[in-house]
């Protein structure tokens, strides 16, 4: 018998892979916060499943995803993101990865973790919603980020932003991780 998951989810062994054990799950790692934030910013105007499976190569691309790293990238490794054709290759995008590096650690310094600061939002509290592309909460946390310096942040990218590192719960009724 086949598990029921979501709707969105195609018969792509790496949707399933994500919906099944990413997708929803409260993370309060800093490192994988920052990943997910990153991807999710590349993924503007794009479908998710170019994204996922394209991860490896911006893993690869971006040093594993070390904000500290990324935050001092420069001309020379800005052209070669550019240049590499297994990661989406737009410079306004690269741009907003290295200046979210930077106020994501100001972030961290002001708040003692990234954790502390996106997860205040809601006090520590899992959001159950309806199935939608953006919120009063995502769009007040878009405007903060914004606010502090961050791109590509708007409340569409923060709201599956939100769905993706767990705080805001949108499996579907009738979907195995409802």
């Not at 086949?2 to 993370?27: A, F, L, M, N, Q």
């Not at 998710?48 to 394209?54: A, D, G, R, V, Y």
């Amino acid at each position: 018998m086949t598990k029921k998951r979501c709707s969105w989810v195609s018969d792509d062994k790496i949707y399933i892979k994500y919906h099944d054990e990413e997708w929803g799950v409260p993370t309060h790692d800093d490192h994988e916060l920052f990943e997910m934030l990153v991807l999710e910013s590349f993924q503007a105007g794009l479908s998710w499943i170019t994204i996922l499976k394209k991860r490896e190569n911006f893993r690869k691309a971006f040093d594993d995803f070390d904000y500290v790293k990324i935050s001092q990238y420069g001309e020379d490794k800005i052209n070669e993101l550019q240049n590499n054709k297994g990661i989406i290759r737009h410079k306004l995008k690269i741009n907003a990865a290295i200046k979210n590096a930077k106020v994501f650690m100001e972030i961290q310094n002001e708040f003692g973790s990234f954790d502390k600061y996106i997860w205040g939002f809601t006090d520590s509290k899992i959001i159950k919603a309806e199935f939608k592309t953006e919120s009063e909460l995502s769009k007040t946390i878009s405007k903060d980020l914004k606010k502090r310096g961050m791109s590509f942040v708007g409340p569409t990218i923060i709201y599956s932003y939100l769905e993706s590192i767990g705080i805001i719960d949108n499996h579907q009724e009738d979907c195995f991780k409802f």
